[in-house]
């Protein structure tokens, strides 16, 4: 069994950078998948971004394509969501995610408690 913690979260301007972190205790973190969703308010949890267990993979949907970057490093059992050129759409719940398949249209697996982030001007 897999926890998750994230961190990170907070107010950022439009067009500004955020870097939330994710930490997990487990002793075989390379053999998870990794992703990140998120939930803004009144829509509905969206997956945003995820690579694979040995970090040679990653993708991304169109909605933060270029401006969102998943990495790990697995010797410190973490993942990051480096999230750059923020808009206020960017607003939401986001939350890490642990897993072994790749089909991230499926919302499962292991959960962290969550990090706000709030863009505003």
């Known amino acids: 069994q897999v926890q998750l913690v994230e961190s990170g979260g907070g107010l950022v301007q439009p067009g500004g950078s955020l870097r939330l972190s994710c930490a997990a205790s487990t002793f075989t973190f390379s053999d998870y998948n990794m992703g990140w969703y998120r939930q803004g308010p009144g829509k509905e949890r969206e997956w945003v971004a995820a690579i694979s267990g040995d970090g040679r993979y990653s993708i991304y949907p169109d909605s933060v394509e270029g401006r969102f970057t998943i990495s790990r490093d697995n010797a410190k059992n973490m993942a990051t969501l480096q999230m750059n050129n923020l808009k206020v759409d960017d607003t939401a719940m986001y939350y890490c995610?642990?897993?072994?398949?790749?089909?991230?249209?499926?919302?499962?697996?292991?959960w962290g408690q969550g990090t706000q982030v709030t863009v505003a001007s």
């Open positions: 995610n642990a897993r072994w398949d790749w089909n991230w249209i499926s919302a499962h697996g292991t």
